[in-house]
């Protein structure tokens, strides 16, 4: 995420496409590489975002229930 204070709900043209600014000065509208660039400007800072590893879903109860409850073939004998 890309950090400038003094734009905060400012809107900023750059080389890469127009990037907007919220409340706090934060932009989250440019790629890594990008931010890299225009982070090494006066007046900006990166913040690197750390992203949660996914959850495995569990099966709902009602899943629980019905992969117990399949009934199984039979097994046949070849001759």
Do not use: C, H, R, W
Not at 21 to 34: H, P, T, V, W, Y
Not at 50 to 79: F, G, L, Y
Request: net charge positive; no cysteine.
């Amino acid at each position: 995420m890309l950090i400038n204070e003094t734009l905060a709900n400012k809107k900023l043209a750059t080389p890469y496409g127009e990037i907007t600014f919220n409340e706090k000065g934060e932009s989250k509208d440019l790629k890594g590489e990008q931010e890299k660039v225009l982070g090494n400007l006066p007046g900006f800072t990166i913040k690197n975002e750390t992203k949660a590893p996914a959850k495995k879903a569990e099966p709902k109860e009602e899943e629980k229930v019905e992969a117990k409850a399949a009934p199984k073939k039979p097994a046949t004998k070849k001759n």
